[in-house]
């Protein structure tokens, strides 16, 4: 029996007419092995590849540095290493096609990340073949989670925001950022995360949007904003935390309560059958009507196997919410050289509505304030 | 004055008879930028680009999200933000060369980077263009470091041979690989890093190339393989250690004994003037003469801006040593399912010969044993 995730996406392919489909990226790699090839994000002039053609053709190509772990731990049995420095990777990919018998036919490809020079150089190798994109194919099937992957999202998430809690309220005026940053890896990693990455930013630091932790001591007074992403059995979480050190201004108070009261309009109303610019719309005008206006062109974002997937919540994706749907909502609001506020939580839809995975141990309803 | 940086790759695109000069990958953007725009590496739907042009065109192509942190910290004074959801970063790219006045020019271009999708696009939008790839063009470029360069790869590797010292010796049985990590991680922080990633691996687990710290706790008699990658002002260092936790058995010292011998042989070679193949080969035959099989197919690798860069030490590239040329030696053995045994250190070319930039803190011509 093929795997249920190898039977799904074949499934798919032979729908949309396709003799074959092809990841290359990252994330729809990972999806479809089921494993990620450790230096497949770092190490650019590497490629990892999935093909799965016809009714039963299945292999994955790998850089041989990466073959033994390849051969434990993925999905494929039909492991092709490739060397780096002698080998054109297009040019294993364009034999492997050949032998799976579709040189002329239909190949899904995700053509918006291929680099264009295998692209030319597949097209020279197989010149009947039709090339198209096979985004949209991976986003529908990545889209609804399985029940297993939502439970462990549901865990990553839980640990994630059960550090949150912890390192938030402990941070005191007088340590730095990477200080904080430090308690977060460690408490992510005891607590049984295989990676995290974090941002922290306090002050006017607290207005920038990606901020990475630095020496700067943290003041009474400051605006502190917490990120952290976790990572485990390569299912990722994303949560984060703004507070006062001290007391908060009445304007600080003002426009976190625009955020939550945007927040609360949107979960509101979040549950399947509920256009997904339809939150968008509910968010942006919650957030003008307290006459802030929102930093990112997005209200949250698909989360599974990546921090950053389909759907986006924003005004133009085409879509309904349904059920295993899992995603974040992160209303924030920067200004900059003064000071930052971001709320981010993590959702599933259900059934009937929506669950939180995050924001009932650690609530942010009011404006965090550090004594 | 242009910055030095855009000035030589300026002078170098005019040299080869090019119009334009275009950079899209996060290493060679960060490179011509100056400037790491946080979400190049972790969100593949984000494009960043560098353009040049001509005499004076200079242009940056943002995400908006990243819009304020690029005013702020690129080179590029030229900086165009582009909505993720709405418009099409390669018509972005398109416009900008068009007004550069080289829409039927010679295009330099990361045809090894830019996604088969952008560039089916910029053919439509550039019909009379000619494209062409400039991987070795920013290889040449970016090969020999500025003395500024040189030394702010001398700061990041001391902090990391400093830290792995420390976390080396201080490793105990009854500790777990992610106790290891922690730190490291804190160690790094405190000196003075950006950011760090690691691997531990112990017992048969250091016999695995990529190796992520577990809960697997450390016993008496393991080989533990510890990797550190540092970050600083965007700069690398890449060092690592192997250790026997106990008294290494005489198999252990004879291999090590072999990449030792294999290591200082090349060492004795290294200076400008050198194929690159010929160190390679030296390698290879010293490491076969003790009748060990290299696992890794390359010896090292440029280190800057990123971790992995050219040259890399294989036989297949063509080029001498030059002075100023930093990269790592790693001499690399894996028995799978057993242990594993790797040194790792950083180097530089010197006019006369080289230097280590790390090695002499914390050598390792002996198998480490901790007591």
Known sequence: MEHEVLAKLRTAMKA?????????????VTYTAGFLVPSHATNRFRRTITILAGDRFAAEIV??????????????????????????????LADALIEAGVAAGRIAIELDYMPAKDYIRLVERLPKATLAECKDLYFDARIIKTDEEVKLL???GALTERVMRSVVTSIRPGEREKDV????MDQMLDGGADGVRYQVGSGVRSGITNCKPTDKVIEAGDVVRVEILGEMQNYRSNVTRTAVIGRATDEQKRIWDV????RNACQAILKPGLPVPRLWQTYVEACHKGGVEPTLKFLG???????????????????AFQPNITHTMEPLYMIPGRMGFHIED????????????????????RLIEIA
Not at 16 to 28: R, Y
Not at 63 to 74: G, H, I
């Open 346 to 365: 993590m959702y599933v839809i259900t059934p009937t509505g929506h669950a939180r995975i995050t924001g009932d141990l650690f609530p942010n309803d």
């Open 63 to 92: 850089v041989n540095v990466e073959e033994t772990l390849a051969r434990q731990q993925s999905r494929f049995k039909d492991i092709r290493a490739y060397n780096q420095f002698t080998q054109d990777p297009a040019d294993v």
């Open 154 to 156: 549901r865990t990553v």
């Open 259 to 262: 955020l939550v009261g945007a």
């Open 181 to 184: 940053a430090k308690r977060i």
């Open 301 to 319: 974002h698909g989360i599974g196997q990546t921090i950053h997937e389909e759907p986006y919540i924003t005004e133009t994706r085409a879509m």
């Open 16 to 28: 949309q007419g396709f003799d074959a489909l092809v990841a290359l990226s990252q994330d729809n």
